[in-house]
């Protein structure tokens, strides 16, 4: 009889795959075995050549749910004698390695959680082949039992025999378990356990406390999100005045009831991946203080058996069906994963503990989309998403390290084609977060058995993260900011032509040395040209000026109405007269002063002359306030259109010095601060239009890619990229990478491979 060789690559590591084979291969008659190699599943195979026709192609096109298999070598082996069909433990080999993301808990496994007949009956970490954490928990690679921390588990008899038997759901699922020999929950520093902990803490959060819990990549904090009191108090305790919480939300049932849901979000909230999804709020009775003065709430569904148990428990607490879920970190630090980080960290932001003994290796905070043209338009992407790679088209033989951004930092692998965006780090200001950085990029090197012979970073000459790329002694390229985030986006679109780039951004250190943000960029995968920019102004006040837009508000309106500008500034409520001149002064000297063509920076400044926002208490808080007074006017007022008469560029840059003159004139007239903030947005995109219509005339270029986190504002996303379309442009935007600095390791990454040896 004849016998193959097959060998699948894709993701086809703790997905089911191999009890798949072996269940396809007693099915129809195959003898032969399948292993785990770490890259790839290796599967022998014999039987008549009919039959193995039909094996190989259940394989390509049967998989179970979770595997995607990438491609398929087949060849004709010698004959070896087989008995039956078996799974043979892994071993090691090397090349292209696919780590499989976390997987929430599957329907079935939530079906026996409640079933007081099976023998998981509330058991808290119930998963089976199909679902359960993967990197999380990972050790080493191949993925197996031993090299996770389940190890610290040894199956009982009953787990056992599931584990090693084809008819059963939870055939060789790595992380199995029950009540008899799997991990435990307890509250930290007290001796309550199991069930006694789950209800201590249920009763808690209706007491209206705020608790710990352990998840899957890190600790949550939580409470009851119908609860004001509650909501205030954690907002309190962990200093965070009005950045949005997400919630989590017991079903569907509730989700509908407190949200509008369109056409697609469904599939991606019950989806196995579980992201919190930014949905418009119907005004339930979620508490005020959840995401205060913004018209959408971050809803998720529960993803982990021990998260639907808070929920659903038969101890006859009545309990809420919204909880408050956010990263149980201090602000900026990373997310903590052992229950020391949370008591050093996070414990006085919280009246107790709830954690269990599974450990946690790597941490993946909760991934974050918002909903753009009906498809997901990622915001944060870390945990069900990382590490699945980027596959483009460019070809070369190079790993490579990209070290990311240094706000909402995440680092990327490149292995030839392959670019392996890694969950979530933070912001590097925090030292921990640096740390945090460290070790994971240790981890994941090792995990995809890369090392890297060149690293991508920043140009910014204090960033941490150039640091750390400084650290490795690897030969170091350092790239600009926003060149690379419209790399992040052609990567993403697999695009390796040249582009007209509209990258606008909060800041970033610009090749002369001044800050840059709002740029339009001629760029190829080899290198960019700044083409022009928005008006550049002064940035007076450092590192405050961030969260301080009535700096720039001050500024702007000096350089726009000139010996008038003290006035109007005090009329607008900016600053009285003596901080004016301080700010007059700081900016004519220079001192703590530099020059900025920041387009979130712009954005805060109008939000603070419309009255809209004059301080942000987070990152992009004023910007966001005035998108949505600008939204909020344009579905008030559908059929309105924008008449600006100004010039929409001036040499170079974008006239935008200019149109805040203008909106600020109209506001002092009494106009309609929802109007203008819409009319901000539309002369905007008019102006990125117009700009790239001249550069395309001069260059023949009919592609834009539009990047940078100002492109997170959907309204000026749609405008900018309908009035692209209109005239003639092919417009790429992001989708599952994010256009903020998550995403810059991924543009990193592809310069790496596009500019390497081979590609030259
Ligand atoms: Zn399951
Ligand atoms: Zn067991
Ligand atoms: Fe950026």
């Not at 982990?304 to 428990?313: C, E, G, I, R, S």
């Not at 006035?567 to 900016?587: H, N, P, R």
């Not at 149109?659 to 203008?676: H, I, N, P, Y």
Request: hydrophobic share 35%; proline share 4%.
């Amino acid at each position: 009889m004849p016998c193959l060789m097959i060998r699948l690559y894709g993701i086809v590591q703790g997905v089911g795959f191999r009890p798949f084979v072996s269940r396809a291969a007693d099915s129809i008659g195959v003898l032969g075995t399948v292993a785990n190699k770490g890259s790839y599943v290796e599967v022998f195979a014999k039987a008549d050549s009919e039959t193995l026709e039909r094996f190989v192609h259940i394989l390509k096109n049967e998989t179970p749910e979770r595997a995607i298999v990438i491609s398929a070598d087949v060849r004709e082996t010698e004959d070896i004698d087989f008995k039956s069909f078996e799974i043979i433990e892994s071993e090691k080999e090397t090349g292209d390695i696919f780590v499989s993301p976390d997987i929430a808990t599957c329907d079935k496994c939530r079906a026996e959680l409640f079933d007081s007949g099976d023998r998981r009956y509330l058991h808290p970490f119930i998963n089976c082949t199909q679902c359960g954490p993967r990197l999380t928990i990972l050790d080493a690679m191949p993925y197996d039992r031993e090299r996770t921390t389940m190890s610290d588990f040894p199956m009982c008899e009953k787990c056992e025999y599931e584990y090693t038997h084809a008819h059963t759901r939870r055939y060789d699922a790595q992380p199995v378990c029950c009540n008899e020999c799997g991990p435990q929950v307890y509250i930290v520093g007290q001796d309550v356990k199991g069930a006694d902990a789950i209800t201590l803490a249920r009763k808690s959060i209706m007491n209206g406390k705020v608790i710990a819990v352990k998840g899957i990549g890190g600790f949550h904090l939580c409470c009851d999100a119908k609860n004001e009191a509650a909501v205030s108090r954690l907002r309190k305790l962990k200093n965070r005045p009005a950045k949005p919480f997400a919630v989590m939300m017991k079903n569907m049932d509730t989700v509908n009831e407190q949200c509008r849901v369109q056409d697609g979000q469904q599939e991606f909230l019950t989806g196995y991946q579980k992201p919190i999804l930014l949905l418009e709020k119907k005004g339930g009775g979620l508490a005020q203080g959840i995401s205060p003065d913004n018209p959408t709430v971050g809803v998720m569904l529960p993803y982990a058996p021990l998260q639907m148990l808070l929920f659903d428990y038969p101890d006859g607490v009545e309990m809420t069906d919204c909880l408050v879920m956010t990263s149980g970190n201090v602000s900026g630090a990373p997310i903590c994963r052992s229950d020391e980080d949370a008591q050093k960290e996070i414990g006085s932001y919280c009246d107790m503990i709830l954690s269990h003994d599974r450990r946690i290796l790597i941490r993946a905070d909760d991934s974050v989309m918002d909903w753009f043209d009906g498809k997901p338009y990622m915001i944060r992407r870390s945990r069900g998403f990382a590490p699945l790679p980027v596959m483009v088209s460019k070809k070369a033989k190079l790993q490579s390290l990209a070290i990311g951004g240094e706000l909402k930092n995440t680092f990327c692998i490149g292995k030839n084609e392959l670019l392996y965006l890694s969950s979530y780090v933070g912001d590097m200001a925090d030292i921990r977060t640096v740390y945090a950085l460290k070790e994971s990029v240790q981890r994941m090197q090792e995990l995809l058995e890369v090392s890297p012979e060149k690293c991508v970073c920043d140009m910014h000459p204090k960033y941490n993260t150039v640091t750390v790329a400084e650290e490795t002694g690897l030969p170091l390229e350092k790239l600009q900011h926003h060149y690379a985030h419209i790399l992040s986006c052609m990567a993403e679109n697999d695009c390796d032509e040249t582009v007209i780039g509209l990258s606008f951004d909060g800041t970033g250190y610009g090749t002369d040395g001044t800050i840059w943000g709002g740029e339009m960029l001629i760029c190829d995968t080899h290198g960019f040209e700044r083409a022009g920019s928005i008006m550049p102004f002064k940035q007076v006040g450092g590192d405050a000026s961030s969260k301080e837009g009535w700096r720039i508000a001050v500024q702007l309106i000096r350089d726009g109405f000139g010996s008038d500008a003290q006035g109007i500034c005090e009329k607008l409520g900016l600053c009285d007269e003596k901080t004016f001149k301080l700010q007059s002064v700081m900016a004519d000297k220079g001192i703590n002063t530099v020059l900025s063509t920041s387009a979130g920076r712009l954005f805060d400044a109008v939000s603070a002359i419309l009255g809209i926002r004059t301080h942000s208490t987070f990152e992009g808080e004023s910007s966001m306030c005035l998108e949505f007074a600008a939204e909020a006017f344009e579905k008030d007022d559908p059929g309105y259109k924008t008449a600006y008469s100004g010039a929409f560029y001036d040499g170079e840059k974008l006239a935008t010095t200019e149109l805040v003159r203008d909106l600020t004139q109209r506001f002092l007239q009494g106009e309609d601060k929802g109007k203008l903030a819409y009319d901000f947005h539309f002369v905007l995109a008019q102006m990125m239009t117009e700009f790239s219509l001249w550069l395309s005339e001069k260059t023949g270029i009919k592609t834009a890619a539009l990047s940078g986190g100002v492109f997170q504002n959907k309204l000026l996303l749609r405008l900018t990229k309908q009035r692209l379309e209109s005239r003639g442009f092919r417009v790429l935007i992001h989708e599952l990478v994010p256009a903020n600095d998550g995403g810059i390791a991924l543009g990193q990454a592809y310069f790496a491979l596009c500019n390497c040896d081979d590609n030259k």
